[in-house]
């Protein structure tokens, strides 16, 4: 291993933008995880409900959210992955530059690997919010005849 000052100094700035992709990545699986809390909050209180009470309402709608929640694990799976990509590719290159190893291709090969788990984490968030956003609506839309149907 023979670094010189200056090649670490240009894999340092090689590396700083996976680095922030990876910053990125992390603030994605906090809103995930942040979603998927808040999907089994309300798994959690339907399942009280529906202990007491079993309703077609409540059944479909710990249906909804059952889906939901496997969007999210998938979007939480395929984030993590890109992670962790993403740090190969940064390991890849000072291991790289360090030992002299050709790993350009498997670099490369990583970073689109990265890229594809990072499209499928975002695919899955965009699913599992208009799912979100339908299910609410369909929700005020029962609420809004109910209120409706009653004598004011």
């Given at each position: 291993?023979?670094f010189?000052l200056g090649?670490?100094?240009q894999?340092i700035q090689?590396?700083i933008?996976?680095?922030?992709l990876?910053a990125?990545?992390s603030?994605l699986?906090i809103?995930?995880t ?5 999907i089994i909050d309300?798994?959690r209180?339907l399942e009280?409900?529906?202990i007491?009470c079993v309703?077609?309402?409540?059944v479909?709608s710990?249906?909804?959210l059952?889906?939901?929640s496997n969007l999210?694990?998938?979007a ?8 962790l ?7 890849m ?12 291709h ?6 689109i690997?990265a890229?594809?788990a ?11 919010v208009s799912m979100?956003?339908?299910?609410m ?10 209120c409706?149907g009653?004598?004011?």
């Amino acid at each position: 291993m023979n670094f010189q000052l200056g090649d670490i100094g240009q894999v340092i700035q090689l590396a700083i933008a996976p680095v922030f992709l990876l910053a990125g990545v992390s603030i994605l699986l906090i809103v995930l995880t942040n979603r998927l809390g808040r999907i089994i909050d309300q798994m959690r209180l339907l399942e009280d409900r529906a202990i007491k009470c079993v309703d077609a309402e409540c059944v479909a709608s710990l249906s909804g959210l059952h889906r939901r929640s496997n969007l999210i694990n998938i979007a939480i799976a395929a984030s993590t992955l890109c992670g962790l990509l993403v740090c190969l590719v940064i390991a890849m290159l000072f291991l790289g530059d360090a030992t002299g190893l050709p790993l350009v291709h498997l670099i490369a090969a990583s970073f689109i690997g990265a890229m594809l788990a990072l499209t499928t984490g975002f695919i899955c968030l965009m699913r599992e919010v208009s799912m979100s956003y339908r299910l609410m609506r369909e929700q005020q839309l029962v609420a809004m005849a109910m209120c409706a149907g009653r004598p004011a």
